[in-house]
């Protein structure tokens, strides 16, 4: 079945350096989801990429789908404690048929620490 | 607008007790899922439905039942709880091709 992995799984950084967590899927996904969920929390969407090659930005945080759409990054410039929490990507298989509803697969997670 | 509200939020079952988890959204979503999370092991599917009256098995379905009679409810059956079964669950909607919206989760324990 599909696979969809995630690397770091833990990353500890000091505020105001960079972070950045990477997906990749065994298969080629139609689409690609960001989800972040904070300490005790629920998974909250943050993103959605499609095309091949994509690139969005939200603010300090940085998407991209790479151009064979089996992998995925997000990047955080100048991280702050309000980053805190589990980064999830969420993939969904490229395929014809639309049988599966919109049913994603989750990565593992990577959990971000942030030292103030 | 309350988004997706799952009760009860806290259940301890012993083993071989049975419940039900209900999972209501406002949002006229289509698709609502079920997922249970797992330390380490992230977001698994457990069933998940397209539509009023349909529902299809996830990658990890046995032990568990469900059913959507209406199309802002899912419901999420345990019929004979075992300690392998204490996570926390997941309820979750979207529209065919859009994000996902979350519940905040119910915590079940099974002793």
């Known amino acids: 079945g599909q696979q969809v992995m995630q690397i770091p799984q833990y990353q500890h950084v000091q505020e105001g350096e960079d972070f950045t967590t990477y997906c990749n899927s065994s298969?080629?996904?139609?689409?690609i989801q960001w989800y972040k969920q904070r300490p005790g929390g629920h998974p909250v969407f943050l993103i959605q990429?499609?095309?091949?090659?994509e690139v969005k930005k939200q603010k300090r945080l940085t998407f991209q789908f790479g151009e064979a759409k089996k992998n995925s990054s997000l990047h955080i410039t100048a991280t702050q404690t309000t980053d805190v929490g589990t980064y999830f990507c969420?993939?969904?298989?490229?395929?014809?048929?639309?049988?599966?509803?919109?049913?994603?697969?989750f990565g593992e997670g990577t959990q971000l620490t942030v030292n103030p | 607008n309350a988004g997706v509200t799952q009760t009860p939020k806290f259940r301890v079952l012993k083993t071989g007790q049975s419940m039900t988890l209900l999972c209501a959204q406002d949002?006229?979503?289509?698709?609502m899922y079920w997922y249970r999370q797992d330390p380490g092991m992230g977001l698994r599917l457990i069933h998940y439905?397209?539509?009023?009256?349909?529902?299809a098995k996830g990658e990890v379905p046995d032990g568990y039942n469900v059913s959507r009679l209406k199309k802002q409810n899912f419901l999420l059956g345990l019929e004979s709880a075992a300690p392998s079964q204490t996570s926390v669950y997941f309820c979750?909607?979207?529209?065919?091709?859009?994000?996902?919206?979350f519940g905040s989760g119910t915590r079940l324990t099974v002793v």
């Open positions: 969420a993939g969904k298989k490229d395929s014809f048929w639309e049988t599966s509803g919109s049913r994603l697969t």
């Open positions: 949002m006229n979503h289509e698709y």
């Open positions: 979750a909607s979207s529209y065919r091709r859009a994000g996902y919206t």
């Open positions: 298969t080629t996904l139609s689409n």
């Open positions: 990429l499609v095309k091949s090659g």
């Open positions: 439905s397209v539509g009023e009256g349909t529902t």
